[in-house]
């Protein structure tokens, strides 16, 4: 049996030898790479020191701005004589005061701890029925008309135990949305986290105000009040203040001039903003650092792949993707747009077991990249996975075409991701070794990208950008966004 296991592996180590035999063997600058990361990384130590003196890093925010000062410094202290801030203007949302209360009747309550989401008004004071409305998809509505018209919306964050199979995993925005499409006065999200944790985030498709009040509540508290109204009717009353305005922000960007292709383009990214309630260290602090720390590696080794490698550290991604929407905007105005090849997104990546892209035919360029990476640590499965969704900065270039692409496979360390967009998503949940596994085995899958003397992945044009959304299930989440901007 083991002499018959031997002549299968060496079949398919000759069949993969065989089908790669056209790309390069970039196993020298693979192990520089590997040996750079595991001696001399500083994405944990940098993610360290940034969540202790900076804290979160909301944009608009004094905090957002030290941020973005922080990794324009980082940067620069890491060679890098490009390094520029792209300013853009973006609407601020930041929480005031909220208080929640249900009962019977408006005449007696009881509180309910409880988060605004952003962009809720500024101000609101709302005293309604609730309506329970389950996943809070269309269905839901369209199964009883007018049931939440004028009445506070009671939407599960996910989808519910013994729910359809098929049901959509819509977004919180695109529920509110949905919502208030229906008439909702407001809208109480139920947390899908155990023991009363509370999750924070947008419930704007736009990034503009909402028309009404939009809060997370509890899952304990929320499931209890599915119950009562099973019994009769329960009363909310909301009051929250918010404050909105128009201020700056600036995505950080370090460009490495391309060898001997420097009009094609490889973007690799992460949002470097985070939500107010804690350091946000997981989100996305693990991603952005990692990528910083990339740029590092690529400098202290002198390294410059065939294409120029953009690294761009965004701002306002909670608060609607802004900082990736003004790159693509710019790009689209300078025409830069068509020299993006590849754009490399990384949002709460950790500890990669292989990669993952909208193009299945990198899949021989990327296994290629993998093989080479799992030859140098067995630990890396170098697994391919060729998937399209939405909601981080990857999806203003896929909605322009471009290829996107990350690492697949990881899990968030130290149960993580109960700690979403919540106060508990601090520097403690990090784990060094996680990230170290991010910044080496992405930095490889990025030097191959861009250094690879052909890429099969087409950058589409718009009519082959539409089709590829509809084929991968993107045009209903896209229409409720309003981001639909074709006919049909």
């Not at 005031?96 to 952003?118: C, E, M, Y």
């Not at 695109?174 to 944790?197: Q, R, S, W």
């Not at 899990?411 to 596994?437: I, R, S, T, W």
Request: net charge neutral.
């Amino acid at each position: 049996m083991r002499k018959q296991t031997g002549v299968i592996a060496s079949i398919l180590a000759c069949a993969i030898t065989t089908a790669t035999a056209q790309l390069p063997d970039w196993t020298p600058f693979f192990t520089q790479i590997n040996q750079e990361v595991l001696t001399h990384s500083r994405a944990y130590s940098t993610l360290k020191e940034a969540t202790s003196t900076i804290g979160h890093r909301l944009t608009g925010s004094a905090n957002g701005a030290k941020a973005e000062a922080y990794a324009f410094q980082l940067l620069k202290s890491y060679g890098f004589t490009d390094v520029q801030y792209q300013p853009f203007e973006v609407e601020s949302w930041s929480r005031g005061t909220i208080a929640i209360t249900t009962g019977p009747s408006a005449a007696v309550q009881k509180p309910v701890k409880s988060v605004s989401l952003a962009h809720s008004p500024v101000k609101a004071d709302v005293t309604a029925e609730l309506a329970d409305m389950g996943n809070g998809v269309e269905e839901d509505y369209t199964a009883a008309p007018g049931k939440v018209k004028g009445k506070i919306a009671l939407v599960y964050l996910g989808v519910l135990p013994g729910s359809k199979t098929g049901t959509p995993r819509l977004h919180r925005s695109e529920k509110t949305a949905i919502a208030t499409k229906h008439g909702a006065a407001g809208v109480l999200f139920i947390n899908t986290v155990d023991n009363g944790v509370l999750l924070t985030g947008t419930a704007s498709v736009t990034g503009k105000l909402i028309p009404v009040p939009a809060a997370c509540i509890g899952k304990e508290d929320g499931l209890a009040i599915k119950e009562q109204l099973k019994a009769g009717k329960v009363v909310s009353h909301i009051t929250m203040t918010n404050f909105s305005g128009k201020i700056k922000a600036r995505n950080v960007i370090a460009t490495l001039p391309g060898k001997t292709l420097p009009n094609e383009k490889v973007v690799i990214g992460g949002h470097l903003d985070s939500w107010d309630l804690a350091t946000g260290a997981i989100d996305n602090g693990i991603g952005s650092f990692s990528v910083m720390d990339m740029a590092r590696t690529f400098k202290v080794l002198n390294l410059q792949p065939a294409r120029t490698v953009q690294f761009v550290l965004f701002m306002g991604e909670e608060e609607g993707l802004l900082g990736s929407k003004a790159y693509i905007k710019a790009a689209v105005k300078d025409k830069s747009i068509e020299q993006v090849r590849y754009m490399l997104n990384y949002d709460m990546t950790n500890d990669p077991k292989g990669y993952h892209t909208t193009a299945a035919e990198s899949k021989e360029l990327f296994q290629h990249i993998g093989a080479i990476a799992h030859t140098l640590d067995t630990s890396f499965a170098n697994s391919f996975r060729n998937e399209a969704g939405l909601h981080s900065d990857h999806q203003p270039f896929m909605l322009h075409g471009v290829p996107t692409a990350g690492g697949d496979g990881g899990k968030l360390p130290n149960n993580a991701g109960a700690c979403y967009h919540a106060d508990c998503d601090n520097f403690n949940l990090v784990d060094e070794k996680g990230m170290q596994n991010t910044v080496r085995f992405s930095a490889m899958l990025l030097y191959g990208i861009a250094d690879a003397p052909e890429l099969k992945a087409k950058h589409f044009s718009d009519t082959e950008t539409r089709d590829f959304l509809i084929k991968n299930n993107l045009k209903q989440p896209l229409q409720i966004a309003g981001e639909w901007r074709w006919k049909n």
